[in-house]
């Protein structure tokens, strides 16, 4: 039996216990059934140890498809999170937790949604058998990559305008930059598999950073 994405989301979240077995066969409406919530770190917590208490509440590394996360742009130590099933066990080291919340998001062929995403990519290469990526460093390089891959997304882009950003924190006594872009626009959805993979996997590189995680807004 050939499931789809949506259907192997659904058992995760009745084996999660999260959801009754019940329902099926009425998968008729394309939807991406997640859990969202807020979680805040001391201000002072990079994203390194933030992936680090997330992945050990989830089991996981963010960007397999269990959970994403990224920092809120006003206040430090704060993560937004993206999950399938919600965290059976708190954080370690968080100070405050907003009750994970059940996010239902039809992803019918042609509705259109404003989004938000801050994503890594560029020009990779790899040296002594690591990926290594050299972030673009325009605007319009990212505005085109989201162009040229946009049917790999399962997406149709409507307006697309795109800045360069940092991220910079301290880890371990080392002081950290990593560029990237903030796309910003409307689109339509073209194929409700292939960008249901892609909000649950996350965009570009740098995903346990905290990168990647688009978000939509109807």
Same mark, same amino acid.
Request: glycine content about 6%; overall charge negative.
């Given at each position: 039996m050939n499931e789809?994405?949506? *259907?192997r989301v659904r058992l995760a979240q009745i084996r999660s216990g999260v959801l009754e077995p019940v329902g099926f066969t009425k998968l008729d409406l394309p939807k991406l059934d997640t859990f969202e919530t807020a979680v805040s770190f001391p201000g002072e917590c990079s994203p390194v140890e933030? =992936? $680090?208490?997330? +992945? @050990?509440?989830?089991g996981q590394k963010a960007g397999t498809g269990r959970f994403l996360f990224c920092a809120d742009s006003s206040v430090g130590g704060r993560y937004w999170v993206r999950s399938v099933v919600p965290w059976k066990t708190e954080p370690v080291g968080a100070q405050s937790?907003?009750?994970? @919340? !059940?996010?239902? #998001?039809?992803?019918? $062929?042609?509705?259109?949604? =404003?989004f938000s995403l801050a994503v890594c990519v560029g020009e990779t290469s790899v040296v002594d058998g690591c990926k290594h990526v050299r972030p673009y460093t325009s605007g319009?390089?990212?505005?085109?990559?989201?162009?040229?891959?946009? $049917?790999?997304?399962?997406? =149709?882009?409507?307006?697309v305008s795109a800045s360069l950003r940092s991220l910079r924190f301290t880890h371990a006594g080392t002081s950290f930059r990593v560029d990237h872009g903030v796309l910003e626009?409307?689109?339509?959805?073209?194929? #409700? *598999?292939?960008? +249901? !993979? !892609?909000?649950?996997r996350g965009f570009g590189s740098h995903r346990r950073l905290g990168?990647? +995680?688009?978000?939509?807004?109807?």
């Open positions: 789809t994405l949506q *259907e933030a =992936h $680090e208490a997330l +992945m @050990r509440a989830f937790i907003l009750a994970p @919340r !059940r996010i239902v #998001t039809q992803l019918a $062929e042609g509705l259109m949604y =404003h319009a390089d990212y505005e085109n990559w989201f162009a040229l891959n946009s $049917e790999e997304f399962g997406l =149709h882009p409507l307006m626009g409307a689109m339509e959805v073209a194929d #409700t *598999e292939c960008l +249901m !993979r !892609r909000l649950l990168l990647g +995680m688009m978000k939509l807004q109807s």
